[in-house]
């Protein structure tokens, strides 16, 4: 018997394992990006949830980026470059930049936040 509710989950469940065996990759120092909305923002862990078009995806903030993460809306739009750190360890925020979402820190450029554009 056919059962839509079984195939679905095999089905996700197939998804988010090959985002996370890409996203986990073995090759240490190589960048990648992601444009996607921020899920959810823990700036006291140091890490971001996003949509990896496959999956979610945790991303740990650099020492340098972690004092800046908590400026970041949930819900927003994010560009943001990562560095993979190998299995299992999650990839390490590089710098962003905000497309979407109001915040004090719209981009940051690996070392500092760029303050907002001011409009005129």
């Known amino acids: 018997m056919f059962r839509p509710f079984t195939f679905v989950l095999l089905l996700v469940f197939m998804m988010s394992t090959a985002t996370l065996a890409w996203a986990f990759t073995d090759e240490p120092g190589k960048e990648g990006s992601f444009y996607s909305p921020i899920i959810r923002v823990v700036p006291d862990k140091g890490f971001i949830l996003i949509n990896s078009g496959n999956g979610i995806l945790w991303l740990k ?60």
């Not at 560009?79 to 390490?92: A, T």
């Not at 962003?96 to 979402?101: D, E």
């Open 61 to 120: 903030a650099s020492e340098a980026a972690m004092p800046h993460i908590a400026k970041l809306p949930v819900g927003g739009l994010i560009d943001v470059v990562v560095v993979f750190q190998g299995k299992p360890n999650p990839p390490v925020i590089k710098l962003w930049k905000l497309a979407s979402g109001e915040s004090a820190c719209p981009q940051f450029d690996g070392k500092q936040c760029l303050p907002p554009a001011k409009k005129e």
